[in-house]
Nanobody
Framework: QVQLVESGGGLVQPGGSLRLSCAAS????????MGWYRQTPGKERELVAQ???????DYADFVKGRFTIARDNGKKMVFLQMNKVKPEDTAVYYC????????????????WGQGTQVTVSS
C-alpha cells in the first residue's frame, strides 16, 4: 500500500513563511506526478502547485511569485515553500501523487495525504 504523509503546517503571521513536506512510502515503483492542493470549509479542493516528472513546476495564479514546489525524487518527497503568506492562504493543504507500484508498474493510481492545517493570522 502507498501512503502520503504531510507535515509542516501550523500558525504563521501574515507576510511570514512556512515549508510543507510530503513523504511517500510503500512499495513504490514510480511517481510521475506530485502536487499540492488546498481546501477551506464549504469550498472545493483547489490546485496550488504541481510538478510532473521531467516537466516544469506549475502554479495557481494566486500563489505565483510566493510559493515554490520542489521534489526530491530519491527520498520520494515533495515540498511547498510558502513565502509572503496571506490570511486567504489559510486552508488544509493536501499532498497528491500519481504512483505505480512494483505489483503494477504501468498502472498509476491517485493517492492523497491526510492534510495539514495552515493558518495565517496575526
Amino acid at each position: 500500500q502507498v501512503q502520503l504523509v504531510e507535515s509542516g503546517g501550523g500558525l504563521v503571521q501574515p507576510g511570514g513563511s512556512l515549508r510543507l513536506s510530503c513523504a511517500a512510502s510503500g512499495s513504490i515503483f514510480d511517481i510521475n506526478y506530485m502536487g499540492w492542493y488546498r481546501q477551506t470549509p464549504g469550498k472545493e479542493r483547489e490546485l496550488v502547485a504541481q510538478i510532473i516528472s521531467g516537466g516544469s513546476p506549475d502554479y495557481a495564479d494566486f500563489v505565483k511569485g510566493r510559493f515554490t514546489i520542489a521534489r526530491d525524487n530519491g527520498k520520494k518527497m515533495v515540498f511547498l515553500q510558502m513565502n509572503k503568506v496571506k490570511p486567504e492562504d489559510t486552508a488544509v493543504y493536501y499532498c497528491n501523487a500519481k504512483v505505480s507500484t512494483y505489483r503494477s508498474k504501468w498502472n498509476y493510481l491517485d493517492y492523497w495525504g491526510q492534510g495539514t492545517q495552515v493558518t495565517v493570522s496575526s
